[in-house]
């Protein structure tokens, strides 16, 4: 598990994948913060260490990347920690079109191609 506060290079995404699912690795990122936590078999084990660190419940998304894939299928919004009805989040999916935008930026900064 790593919480990147600076920036992860694609090929180490892709060495993280390959040692864990293989062809993804899940991540969750603090929009409020510009964190991202990856690597870990569980979004939740990522999600502990962010709150652990300060962040906010309200703030944490869990996605999957997805090394080998370009644009918008590099980034999959899918986590159990995203279903928050009392946020307005009632699926795995990340339905405010704004959020996805922040996780979106958070991911180009962080992640580098």
């Known amino acids: 598990m790593k919480i990147v506060t600076e920036t992860l290079t694609l090929h180490e995404v892709s060495r993280m994948a390959a040692d864990t699912f293989g062809d993804f690795v899940k991540a969750v990122v603090d929009v409020d913060r510009g964190l991202i936590a990856v690597d870990a078999e569980l979004h939740s ?5 962010l709150l652990e660190g300060g962040s906010k419940q309200r703030s944490l998304w869990g996605i999957n990347l997805y090394p080998e894939r370009q644009g918008d299928e590099f980034i999959e919004f899918d986590s159990m920690i995203n279903m928050r009805p009392s946020q307005g989040n009632k699926s795995r999916g990340v339905a405010d079109g704004e959020t996805r935008r922040q996780i979106i930026e958070i991911i180009a900064e962080k992640i580098k191609r």
């Open 45 to 49: 084990d990522l999600e502990a260490a």
